[in-house]
């Protein structure tokens, strides 16, 4: 399974912190954006935000990025600490 | 060092930790505060959200860069979570150096990666609303120079 994590505005959006995926449905994370986003109207419209940022076991990525068994995947707006 | 942590820090002794070097001729310390408006609307209440784990892997990628750029002596980044109010202290780095430039240039770099790269996120409320504030393209401008 692959760990799927979300933070602030799109875990408030969603309603939910995280959730599980099968990893032999993706293979990068933009298939993993696009199996979550195919579930309702309501994911398509958070996870199709052109701001969203992804990380893959805890280090900032791209929508190339392979993923596998075992990963932690993040999606999350830009930062706003300091 | 490098702390996420829900309590307040305090500056003095985080001063007395760096200034304990002999070999330290500077120190530069910095301290994010919230405060009373951000882009017009009156905040009285922040809560800071992160990611456990990738947050402090961040912070310390940023040192490592800055330890690469600048010969300094110690490094201390603290960054609170969690609900925090008007006034309350929200982050602090300090940086210790043999000589000024370094460590005022240290800071500065410190300062302006972790607002764009680390993962913290800001909450706002006013007595009426809360709003998650969007990250800011001066930000992001001031990170790039450093790599002009």
């Known amino acids: ?82 | 060092m490098i702390r996420v942590q829900i309590q307040d820090f305090d500056i003095t002794a985080e001063y007395n930790q760096l200034s304990g070097n002999n070999s330290a001729g500077a120190i530069v310390t910095f301290v994010g505060k919230v405060r009373d408006m951000n882009d017009g609307k009156p905040v009285s209440t922040l809560t800071l959200e992160h990611y456990p784990g990738m947050t402090e892997a961040v912070l310390q990628q940023i040192e490592t860069e800055a330890r690469e750029r600048w010969p300094l002596l110690d490094v201390t980044i603290i960054h609170r979570v969690g609900p925090l109010e008007l006034g309350d202290q929200i982050v602090y780095i300090g940086v210790s150096s043999a000589h000024r430039g370094a460590a005022f240039d240290a800071c500065e770099y410190l300062i302006d990666f972790l607002k764009t790269r680390a993962p913290f996120w800001k909450l706002e409320g006013s007595e009426h609303e809360k709003h998650w504030v969007e990250a800011k393209d001066a930000d992001q401008q001031r990170a790039e120079m450093w790599q002009e």
């Open chain 1, 1 to 82: 399974m692959i760990k799927v994590l979300f933070f602030a505005q799109v875990r408030e959006r969603l309603g939910q912190a995280s959730v599980e995926v099968d990893a032999s449905q993706v293979s990068t994370t933009e298939d993993l954006r696009q199996h979550l986003a195919s579930q309702s109207e309501k994911w398509q419209l958070v996870l199709a935000n052109d701001q969203l940022l992804v990380a893959v076991n805890q280090a900032i990525s791209n929508w190339q990025s392979p993923v596998a068994d075992g990963d932690e995947v993040a999606f999350f707006p830009p930062v706003t600490g300091g």
